[in-house]
């Protein structure tokens, strides 16, 4: 075997080990990322992947004439093309559903559901038994570039506010992969009907030296993964340090905290005060009415509506997350700007959040007093729809 056959033959091996690598890079990186379900599941997808690869490299000498291993019968092939198969499109579905996790927070497991079922039926429908690794490539090859491609134009069409060196990385290296899986899909086309294209000399070599190259860009995607996460713990840092840097500062103090419930006011939110993680990220404008608080006034006097609307101000102020934002709108209203959260995990936290709320004990007043409210939910992409996702619900009918 000459050497460039050689070099061509471990390329499956040298896939493994740097899929492995990444494997244990990811898991080093856990702890950084318990907060970012993208990050666990691109984590989850590599794991995926390294089993995908390695069951590939054991059905490749199963299949091989001349290995010391080679199966005699088919049933050792197909089940290792099943675990191929199964393993290999939940790595796929779960490096979808990380990226479509850190663009809009979407959750759906339909395509994790479909991934050991279809791993299967393509086990059933690919001729295990004589077709080698270029089989398995052929069956798995459009499921790959389907997947590549959506997930790259996913970081395409991310909002100006949200671009950043990360997602572009991630956008170009996954076009470069759905590029070439579109490449090598063409030549085991073209061989399995013995077309001259599949003997061309540079397609020949492509196909051969497919899995260094695939390499190449799994390891350059890792790397943008990776920046993602850093650029996500950057933002929050900075967020973080603006808030504290206004908080010493006492003359902004007084322009942008509503003196009365010590909440950051309207002023604040059109400055976009304490906004810097959210304008880069996706998630929820809620606005919530204490509808009670005119009620409490005629019937107790402006004391005990004042006492109401600071302690409902501060179980709001309490009870958010770090970098969750609440600001005093306006007499009534409260809006809470919640980064990372769609409508459907932010409506019931924050229902749950007010149903849980403490009654109120005034002195003077015989009963309790329990803040009464209404809300409405619109969600936003990135900074450039947050004033319309706050003008959505505030055109809610239950606002006005």
């Given at each position: 075997?000459?050497?460039?056959?050689?070099?061509?033959?471990?390329?499956?091996?040298?896939?493994?080990?740097?899929?492995?690598?990444?494997?244990?890079?990811?898991?080093?990186?856990?702890?950084?990322?318990?907060?970012?379900?993208?990050?666990?599941?691109?984590?989850?997808?590599?794991?995926?992947?390294?089993?995908?690869?390695?069951?590939?490299?054991?059905?490749?000498?199963?299949?091989?004439?001349?290995?010391?291993?080679?199966?005699?019968?088919?049933?050792?092939?197909?089940?290792?093309?099943?675990?191929?198969?199964?393993?290999?499109?939940?790595?796929?579905?779960?490096?979808?559903?990380?990226?479509?996790?850190?663009?809009?927070?979407?959750?759906?497991?339909?395509?994790?559901?479909?991934?050991?079922?279809?791993?299967?039926?393509?086990?059933?429908?690919?001729?295990?038994?004589?077709?080698?690794?270029?089989?398995?490539?052929?069956?798995?090859?459009?499921?790959?570039?389907?997947?590549?491609?959506?997930?790259?134009?996913?970081?395409?069409?991310?909002?100006?506010?949200?671009?950043?060196?990360?997602?572009?990385?991630?956008?170009?290296?996954?076009?470069?992969?759905?590029?070439?899986?579109?490449?090598?899909?063409?030549?085991?086309?073209?061989?399995?009907?013995?077309?001259?294209?599949?003997?061309?000399?540079?397609?020949?070599?492509?196909?051969?030296?497919?899995?260094?190259?695939?390499?190449?860009?799994?390891?350059a995607l890792a790397y943008a993964m990776v920046r993602?996460?850093?650029?996500?713990?950057?933002?929050?840092?900075?967020?973080?340090?603006?808030?504290?840097?206004?908080?010493?500062?006492?003359?902004?103090?007084l322009d942008f905290y509503d003196e009365q419930t010590?909440?950051?006011?309207r002023r604040a939110f059109d400055a976009t005060l304490?906004?810097?993680?959210?304008?880069?990220?996706?998630?929820?404008?809620?606005?919530?009415?204490?509808?009670?608080?005119?009620?409490?006034?005629?019937?107790?006097?402006?004391?005990?509506?004042?006492?109401?609307?600071?302690?409902?101000?501060?179980?709001?102020?309490?009870?958010?997350?770090?970098?969750?934002?609440?600001?005093?709108?306006?007499?009534?209203?409260?809006?809470?700007?919640?980064?990372?959260?769609?409508?459907?995990?932010?409506?019931?936290?924050?229902?749950?959040?007010?149903?849980?709320?403490?009654?109120?004990?005034?002195?003077?007043?015989?009963?309790?007093?329990?803040?009464?409210?209404?809300?409405?939910?619109?969600?936003?992409?990135?900074?450039?729809?947050?004033?319309?996702?706050?003008?959505?619900?505030?055109?809610?009918?239950?606002?006005?």
């Amino acid at each position: 075997m000459t050497p460039n056959l050689v070099i061509a033959a471990l390329g499956p091996f040298a896939e493994v080990l740097g899929v492995v690598v990444l494997v244990a890079l990811f898991t080093l990186l856990r702890g950084q990322a318990d907060r970012r379900p993208y990050f666990k599941a691109w984590e989850e997808s590599w794991v995926m992947l390294a089993v995908a690869l390695v069951a590939a490299v054991i059905y490749q000498r199963l299949t091989d004439p001349n290995s010391a291993i080679a199966a005699s019968t088919a049933f050792a092939p197909w089940l290792f093309a099943v675990v191929f198969f199964g393993f290999k499109l939940l790595a796929l579905a779960l490096l979808v559903r990380g990226a479509r996790l850190f663009v809009s927070g979407a959750r759906e497991r339909l395509l994790l559901r479909l991934a050991v079922p279809v791993g299967l039926a393509l086990a059933f429908a690919t001729d295990t038994h004589h077709g080698g690794l270029a089989a398995l490539g052929l069956a798995q090859g459009p499921f790959a570039v389907a997947a590549y491609a959506f997930a790259a134009s996913l970081f395409v069409r991310l909002p100006p506010s949200r671009r950043s060196l990360g997602g572009r990385l991630a956008a170009l290296v996954l076009a470069l992969l759905a590029a070439l899986w579109i490449a090598l899909v063409i030549f085991y086309l073209s061989a399995r009907f013995n077309t001259a294209l599949s003997a061309q000399p540079w397609f020949v070599r492509l196909e051969r030296y497919g899995f260094y190259a695939d390499l190449l860009l799994q390891l350059a995607l890792a790397y943008a993964m990776v920046r993602l996460l850093f650029e996500d713990g950057k933002r929050e840092t900075m967020d973080t340090r603006a808030h504290l840097d206004l908080l010493q500062d006492r003359e902004r103090l007084l322009d942008f905290y509503d003196e009365q419930t010590g909440l950051l006011n309207r002023r604040a939110f059109d400055a976009t005060l304490g906004l810097d993680f959210a304008r880069a990220s996706f998630g929820s404008v809620v606005r919530v009415r204490l509808t009670n608080l005119e009620r409490a006034i005629t019937s107790h006097g402006a004391a005990v509506g004042d006492t109401l609307l600071k302690h409902f101000a501060g179980v709001l102020d309490s009870a958010v997350r770090a970098h969750d934002r609440v600001y005093r709108w306006d007499n009534r209203d409260f809006v809470i700007v919640m980064p990372r959260a769609v409508p459907a995990v932010a409506t019931p936290r924050m229902q749950l959040l007010l149903a849980k709320a403490a009654p109120l004990m005034v002195a003077g007043v015989h009963d309790v007093i329990r803040p009464e409210t209404v809300m409405a939910v619109a969600s936003f992409t990135g900074g450039e729809d947050l004033v319309a996702a706050v003008k959505d619900v505030s055109a809610d009918p239950r606002l006005r």
